[in-house]
């Protein structure tokens, strides 16, 4: 009789842990797959990423900052991306403080990937951050001499955006230095919306490029 109860009891509480491991309660989705996307499993934390997508629920922009610092590069180009769609102000500094200082035009996967997600960092700065942020404005200064093109070139779209006087320095060394014509072309015509004088000697050049 004891050991039958036992086993009914234990039956019981596996039917209660199923019941409760069987996906997110209506209304709290938000909730159960902003937890997963710090998950062991990758599948589980792509399984997340692609449900919050879907749901673009502002609701979940905290468990979305927090999940940029858990060191998974595989969801991080989607988390960057999802966050500059929700367009939360509150992302900005956790956006900053998840730049990848180390990932430039490397060639393994998980380089790739933090690459993309610092070439989105700097595309959602550009767009959520305000002119005023010097934190913001410091970061895209870096991000325009990364060695990753795309970064590069959207730290320097985001700094015109910006009108980021502080950046000028850097927006004239690109301009007047890249071998990229496509960079040299941005980088004037984010001079251009900063209007700073220090920027005249090399538009001027330019106008011969």
Not at 22 to 28: D, F, I, L, Q, S
């Amino acid at each position: 009789m004891k050991m039958r109860l036992i086993g009914l009891l234990h039956l019981s509480l596996m039917i209660t842990f199923v019941a409760c491991n069987t996906g997110p309660k209506e209304g709290e989705e938000y909730l159960f797959y902003g937890e997963q996307l710090n998950h062991e499993k990758a599948k589980k934390r792509d399984s997340a990423m692609k449900n919050l997508s879907q749901l673009k629920d502002k609701r979940a922009v905290p468990a979305l900052n927090k999940a940029l610092s858990n060191g998974h590069a595989n969801i991080k180009p989607e988390l960057v991306k999802l966050i500059t769609d929700l367009a939360d102000p509150s992302s900005v500094q956790p956006l900053i403080d998840a730049i990848d200082w180390r990932a430039g035009a490397g060639r393994d996967k998980t380089g790739k990937m933090l690459a993309v997600a610092n070439e989105r960092i700097a595309k959602a700065l550009g767009k959520l951050a305000q002119p005023d942020n010097a934190a913001a404005i410091e970061a895209l200064i870096k991000l325009a001499d990364s060695n990753h093109l795309n970064t590069q070139l959207a730290a320097v779209v985001s700094l015109g955006d910006l009108k980021a006087e502080a950046a000028v320095d850097q927006l004239v060394l690109v301009a007047d230095g890249s071998s990229n014509n496509f960079m040299v072309k941005n980088a004037a015509i984010a001079l251009g919306k900063i209007a700073n004088d220090k920027a005249v000697p090399v538009l001027i050049k330019l106008l011969f490029f």
